[in-house]
């Protein structure tokens, strides 16, 4: 644990993490399970998040009462597999605004190529939270990032379900302000830039493609 990585290792979490790794896993039961993860997840990534009062009447008395401060978070999806993410968080925080960011990694560089990108506006006055279940080699989130600081995007968080070290790495170093929220650091990547031992690729799993 640090300051910059954050690993969840609450039971459930763990627990459900594992049933989604094991390649007999349904895609139907993949899917509702990352919904659910992402939903824990979510209470650790919007932890210390700004609050003010507001008055307020209970039935018993009035009260200044605890309330978020400020203008509706953020999340960013980064596509495909990002929009997994997305379902449970938009469940504890519905009037969350919503973007894209459509990144493919070249097969041959590893490297990011942009295709989409859709932002909220005001992103200098929201908490951003950037959603993609896998932090592989970073290339793709760290494009990501620099594409947010670019709209104006201060205060920034990156959640994923599972980290390799070499992404954790290159995120430091590139975006040392943005903290990351996972659900397990794994050992490496392979060859080909897949998480090992991980769960292979979050958004063939989720969409039940090849």
């Not at 999806?77 to 379902?87: K, M, Q, V």
Request: proline share 6%; glycine share 6%.
């Amino acid at each position: 644990m640090s300051d910059h990585l954050t690993v969840v290792d609450h039971p459930l979490v763990q627990h459900k993490l594992t049933i989604m790794r094991d390649k007999t896993t349904s895609t139907a039961k993949f899917r509702q399970l990352l919904r659910e993860v992402s939903m824990l997840l979510a209470y650790e990534v919007t932890r210390r998040m700004e609050m003010t009062t507001q008055r307020i009447e209970t039935p018993i008395q009035p009260m200044d009462a605890p309330i978020i401060a400020g203008r509706k978070l953020a999340l960013v999806s980064i596509l495909r597999a990002g929009n997994g993410l997305l379902d449970g968080i938009l469940e504890l925080v519905p009037s969350a605004r919503v973007g894209f960011i459509g990144l493919y990694r070249d097969p041959e560089t590893l490297q990011p190529v942009q295709y989409y990108c859709k932002l909220p506006s005001e992103l200098d006055e929201r908490l951003v939270i950037v959603v993609d279940p896998m932090l592989a080699t970073g290339n793709s989130s760290a494009a990501a990032v620099d594409l947010l600081k670019q709209a104006g995007a201060q205060n920034i968080r990156f959640l994923c379900l599972l980290a390799a070290p070499e992404g954790v790495k290159r995120m430091k170093e590139a975006h040392p302000d943005v903290p990351i929220v996972t659900a397990a650091l794994d050992e490496r990547l392979n060859d080909h830039g897949y998480i090992v031992p991980g769960l292979g690729d979050a958004g063939d799993r989720m969409f039940g493609t090849k």
